[in-house]
């Protein structure tokens, strides 16, 4: 994907009124936030959605731009919303009748935006919108704050760039790290339960950019509840989880939970940690709460595994599906589940070692791989699961098949 040369932001110059739809995640809220400060708040309002909302949110907004007049005084932001094929359409006819009507648009992202292996960005160009598109692995926040930001907002591009895994939380930015876990988790909650907490946070960050996020007392309150409730989710997996591996070299795992439906946005985080716990790529199924003929899908790598999940993810073909190399989540349906697995599984006889991130202990890995092994042989052949009383202890397993299943033969 091609990166847009940014413009000299001294050119720029902001319109009287700001309407800002970003990403419901910290690099979301940040990117927001960039962008507002540059506004009287007054004049500011913040929609936040996902990829899969954005089209009827923008759709929506069509017949409030109809006075000229009015629209002559609007800019539009979208930040750190990826676009899918499953609404592309409607994003592109409600962005085109937007600019017709004098409505100023800009976009600015990093996702990959394909599907079937071809970019999305060329709807998006044909509305005449004003693009961003910055290298993928790149913070949205980091490339709105080379357009609009200012001395001020460098800290929530360090939020955001941070929250996002641009750049590593080493102890250089120690002094972040309670505060950051803090405010993802009352993001996370917020965006699953209260819409309002995430414009109320917002406005506050472009009050003040250096918000003690580790002593606030809303976010605090946000993120015991969040935690909470992603611990006992965790908790769940780890007991009713069924596991298939998908793949050894390198390590695939799929983990299905079809029993709850109050994931919410803990499900990255979920097969996040199950990623690092188990040293694999984690394809996370749960149910699709909008669609009862659906699976909701996310994948994650572990920090040792570097397997792209961008392509991973997309060989599902599923219209509903987005994300990066690093994280990717996908919509699909029932009937079409195991033949997307059998695609990842004959995928990934075709990779090749070394599976190591760089920079990341080899022996402590290989160690772990060991026990790993010596533990195996100690299991029952078939997919039982254990309850646990210590959340996180060497004695939390969860039972997986002692033999590699050729899901080619299921199709």
């Known amino acids: 994907m091609e990166e847009v040369i940014l413009n000299d932001q001294k050119e720029w110059i902001p319109r009287q009124n700001a309407i800002i ?60 919303v990826g676009i899918n094929k499953a609404n592309i359409e409607i994003i592109e006819k409600s962005l085109t009748i937007l600019v017709k009507n004098n409505v100023r648009v800009y976009y600015f992202d990093s996702h990959s935006n394909k599907y079937k292996g071809k970019p999305l960005l060329l709807h998006l160009r044909r509305t005449n919108a004003n693009i961003f598109h910055g290298k993928i692995g790149s913070a949205a926040a980091s490339i709105v704050h080379d357009f609009l930001g200012a001395e001020e907002t460098k800290r929530l591009r360090l939020l955001g760039a941070l929250s996002d895994r641009e750049l590593s939380l080493t102890k250089r930015y120690k002094h972040e790290k309670n505060g950051l876990r803090a405010l993802q988790a009352a993001v996370a909650w917020g965006a699953w339960k209260d819409e309002a907490f995430l414009d109320m946070i917002t406005r506050r960050l472009i009050e003040n950019p250096n918000l003690d996020c580790e002593n606030d007392v809303d976010i605090s309150k946000y993120a015991l509840v969040a935690n909470n409730h992603r611990d006992n989710l965790l908790k769940h997996v780890l007991r009713r989880g069924k596991v298939l591996e998908i793949s050894q070299t390198p390590r695939i795992l799929a983990v299905m939970v079809l029993d709850r439906e109050d994931f919410g946005k803990a499900r990255g985080t979920i097969a996040g940690r199950l990623a690092g716990e188990w040293g694999g790529a984690i394809i996370l199924i749960t149910k699709a709460v909008s669609d009862e003929d659906a699976y909701a899908v996310t994948v994650r790598n572990s920090y040792s595994h570097k397997l792209d999940l961008e392509v991973l993810g997309q060989l599902s073909r599923t219209k509903n599906s987005g994300g990066s190399k690093g994280a990717y989540r996908l919509t699909i349906k029932k009937d079409s589940l195991f033949i997307f697995l059998s695609k990842v599984q004959s995928w990934s006889r075709n990779l090749t070692a070394p599976w190591f991130v760089q920079n990341s202990n080899r022996q402590k890995f290989k160690r772990k791989r060991r026990n790993f092994k010596s533990n195996k042989q100690n299991r029952n052949k078939n997919n039982v699961s254990k309850d646990h009383d210590d959340l996180g202890s060497e004695n939390d397993e969860i039972e997986i098949e002692s033999e590699i299943i050729d899901l080619t033969d299921l199709e």
């Open 21 to 80: 739809f970003g990403d419901e995640d910290v690099d979301g809220i940040t990117s927001a936030a960039i962008v507002g400060h540059r506004y009287n708040l007054e004049n500011v309002e913040f929609v936040f959605v996902n990829a899969r909302t954005l089209g009827n949110k923008l759709h929506e907004r069509i017949n409030e731009f109809q006075n000229l007049e009015k629209n002559q005084e609007i800019d539009l932001f979208i930040v750190d």
